[in-house]
Nanobody, 115 residues
Framework: QVQLVESGGGLVQAGGSLRLACAASENIFDFNYMGWYRQPPGNQRELVATINVGGITNYGDSVKGRFTISRDGTTNTIYLQMSSLKSMDTAVYYC?????????WGQGTLVTVSS
């Protein structure tokens, strides 16, 4: 069973930065995609950023230019560097991994941006 464990969430002021980490229990290059999604209060889960096995990245429109997804194969960890944070970025952030038709989710980490 694949396990994904997120960390790094917390309270940050608007304009600040935060880095999230997602540690996988398996080799991250065995997944077709890994990524970050978020669920703001009262809203549906939405795409933040993904990275495929080849290293190609994709970002949600609302975070382009502010967030960066990266990975470290030596520790089987992906990261989400978040900068210029806004109150609208307040959400529970989830890590996802996909392999063929299977997908796995982490438990989520809360990011709160105060204005």
């Amino acid at each position: 069973q694949v396990q994904l464990v997120e960390s790094g969430g917390g309270l940050v002021q608007a304009g600040g930065s935060l880095r999230l980490a997602c540690a996988a229990s398996e080799n991250i290059f065995d997944f077709n995609y890994m990524g970050w999604y978020r669920q703001p209060p009262g809203n549906q889960r939405e795409l933040v950023a993904t990275i495929n096995v080849g290293g190609i990245t994709n970002y949600g429109d609302s975070v382009k230019g502010r967030f960066t997804i990266s990975r470290d194969g030596t520790t089987n960890t992906i990261y989400l560097q978040m900068s210029s944070l806004k109150s609208m970025d307040t959400a529970v952030y989830y890590c996802q991994a996909r392999r063929l038709r299977s997908e796995w989710w982490g438990q989520g980490t809360l990011v709160t941006v105060s204005s």
